[in-house]
T-cell receptor, first 113, second 109 residues
C-alpha cells in the first residue's frame, strides 16, 4: 500500500528549539508539499517542491524552511519554534501538479510550549 | 488570488438525513475542483473531483457538480451514515491545491 509517512504523530517542543518534521513517500512522486492545519483556517501551504533540491514558498513560509536532498524525503524545519507554530502539520505528495491524486500523511501535531 | 469559501460547521445530523455542504470559489482561470475528507486521526483523502464546468463528481454516495455560472461546487449526500462523520474540505487546483476552512460533520445514530 503506497503511503506518505510522517515520522512523528505528536511532538512537544520548547520555544526557541530547532524542530525537524520529516516526511517520506514511497510512490516515486516528483511533487511534495507541507501544509499546516488550524481550526477555522483549513489547510495553508507552507512550502512545496517539484523536484529534488528545488523548493518554493507557499502562502505562509515565514518562520519555516525546508530541505529536499532526496526525491522521497521532504523535511520541514522550524529554525526557532514559537508558540504560534503550534498546529497540525500535514505532508503530501503527488504525481500530477494539477492537484489530482494528492496523498497525505496522517499528520504531526506539534505543540510548542 | 484563488480562494475557496465553504460553509462553516459544525454540522450535526441524524442517520439517513440529507447532507449539503456549500462551497464557492474565486479563481482567475479554470481550476479543477475537489472534495477531500479527513476521518478522525487520519490524513486527507480525495473524495471526488470535477475538472471542468458541468462535470459531476461522485463517490461513496456523495455528489458535487461544477457550476461555473455560480462558481460553486456544493457537496451532497442523500442519506448519511455514522461512518460519514468527518471533516470535509473543498479545494481548487490552479495548479496548486487551495483549501477551504473545512466543515466538521457529525452523524448521530
Amino acid at each position: 500500500d503506497v503511503k506518505v509517512t510522517q515520522s512523528s504523530r505528536y511532538l512537544v517542543k520548547r520555544t526557541g528549539e530547532k524542530v525537524f518534521l520529516e516526511c517520506v513517500q514511497d510512490m516515486d512522486h516528483e511533487n511534495m508539499f507541507w501544509y499546516r492545519q488550524d481550526p477555522g483556517l483549513g489547510l495553508r501551504l507552507i512550502y512545496f517542491s517539484y523536484d529534488v533540491k528545488m523548493k518554493e514558498k507557499g502562502d505562509i513560509p515565514e518562520g519555516y524552511s525546508v530541505s529536499r536532498e532526496k526525491k522521497e524525503r521532504f523535511s520541514l524545519i522550524l529554525e526557532s519554534a514559537s508558540t504560534n507554530q503550534t498546529s497540525m502539520y500535514l505532508c503530501a505528495s503527488s504525481k500530477d501538479r494539477r492537484g489530482d491524486g494528492y496523498t497525505f500523511g496522517s499528520g504531526t501535531r506539534l505543540t510548542v510550549v | 488570488g484563488d480562494s475557496v469559501t465553504q460553509m462553516e460547521g459544525p454540522v450535526t445530523l441524524s442517520e439517513e438525513a440529507f447532507l449539503t455542504i456549500n462551497c464557492t470559489y474565486t479563481a482567475t482561470g479554470y481550476p479543477s475542483l475537489f472534495w477531500y475528507v479527513q476521518y478522525p486521526g487520519e490524513g486527507l483523502q480525495l473524495l471526488l473531483k470535477a475538472t471542468k464546468a458541468d462535470d459531476k463528481g461522485s463517490n461513496k454516495g456523495f455528489e458535487a457538480t461544477y457550476r461555473k455560472e455560480t462558481t460553486s461546487f456544493h457537496l451532497e449526500k442523500g442519506s448519511v451514515q455514522v461512518s460519514d462523520s468527518a471533516v470535509y474540505f473543498c479545494a481548487l487546483s490552479d495548479p496548486k491545491l487551495s483549501f477551504g476552512a473545512g466543515t466538521t460533520v457529525t452523524v448521530r445514530a
